[in-house]
């Protein structure tokens, strides 16, 4: 969609037809993408610094063009009748957005095969982090309904779908209904200056040691990425600044950096490193701020759970 449909054209001659199509329900499901989201994917997947600012419009009509002047007719009209059908009859959307954890809650007791429906039209990865949680009979029987489903009546799936989407919202708003006064000051502290934050808890663990252990073991602090699976790291890489992210690792250990590069490309991480290089001497002040710009990424992040930063053991977590 960024570079046009000429030179679209000429790229998708070369892939699959299974690929073309994946390509077309996405372009035909975003109407609109705005500048900043396209220099951010650009600045990931091509390394370039520099974008117009403009937004693009996309849609079926976009998709229908962009396949049109790539193949024949006939081939163009095949693959759209695929774009069109997965396009308006996608599924499970609410669960590819949930967190691993929720669609977990949501589908306690639920049958074997219900469940292989779920997990067979969410991502991979997901899935995984899913059936691991299972107990090992019902490991054995979602995977032996996953390895035999062949086809399944839409009407079932579009069932287990809207069942799923219903149990997700109730979570979230349960989620949202709930605050108390430790919720808030978790809240106000994440988002004060680091000097604020020192001075309550300082007067918490004078006050209320247990207390201030709680808030520390709820609050994420910068230095708690290491804590972070891989996957939520390079998540949270893709939505912060990089000018942020360069200048809190000016003030970090070389542990936090080595984990930072190792969840980039090598040319992103090349380009961090030049990013740091160029900083020169940084105030304490900004280092601490450049800190809770991240921060909040990270628990926007979790809050729309898209990444999990729940504390403890390695077998205490459920990821």
Do not use: W
Not at 56 to 81: H, N, P, R, V
Request: glycine residues 6%; proline residues 1%; charged residues 30%.
């Amino acid at each position: 969609m960024t570079i046009g449909v000429d030179l679209s054209s000429n790229i998708i001659k070369n892939l699959s037809d299974k690929q073309i199509q994946k390509i077309g329900v996405e372009i035909a499901g975003l109407h609109t993408v705005t500048a900043d989201e396209r220099r951010k994917i650009l600045n990931e997947f091509l390394e370039i610094r520099k974008s117009r600012d403009f937004s693009i419009e996309g849609g079926i009509d976009y998709a229908k063009s962009l396949i049109q002047g790539s193949f024949d007719d006939s081939k163009a009209s095949k693959l759209m009748e695929g774009i069109n059908y997965e396009a308006y009859t996608k599924v499970f959307t609410a669960a590819r957005k949930a967190d691993a954890n929720q669609i977990l809650s949501c589908i306690h007791g639920e049958s074997a095969q219900t469940i292989a429906i779920v997990l067979a039209h969410i991502q991979p990865e997901k899935s995984a982090q899913i059936i691991c949680n299972l107990n090992e009979d019902l490991q054995r029987e979602v995977a032996l309904k996953l390895g035999s489903i062949e086809r399944i009546s839409p009407v079932v799936i579009k069932a287990v779908d809207k069942i799923l989407e219903e149990k997700l919202a109730s979570i979230s708003e349960k989620k949202i209904g709930h605050s108390d006064g430790f919720d808030n000051l978790i809240d106000i502290l994440s988002k004060v200056d680091g000097r604020t934050e020192k001075n309550i808890m300082n007067f918490l663990e004078v006050k209320n040691t247990i207390l201030a252990e709680k808030v520390k073991s709820s609050m994420f602090a910068f230095e708690d990425i290491l804590t972070l699976d891989n996957n939520s790291i390079q998540r949270i890489l893709k939505e912060v600044d990089l000018k942020d992210v360069a200048i809190a690792l000016k003030g970090s250990g070389n542990s936090i950096s080595e984990v930072i590069f190792r969840n980039q490309s090598n040319r992103a991480a090349e380009v961090l490193k030049e990013e740091i290089s160029l900083l020169g001497p940084v105030k304490v002040s900004q280092i601490e701020e450049s800190k809770r710009n991240i921060v909040k990424v990270v628990r926007n992040l979790e809050y729309e759970g898209q990444i999990s930063i729940s504390k403890g053991t390695e077998e205490e977590l459920v990821v």
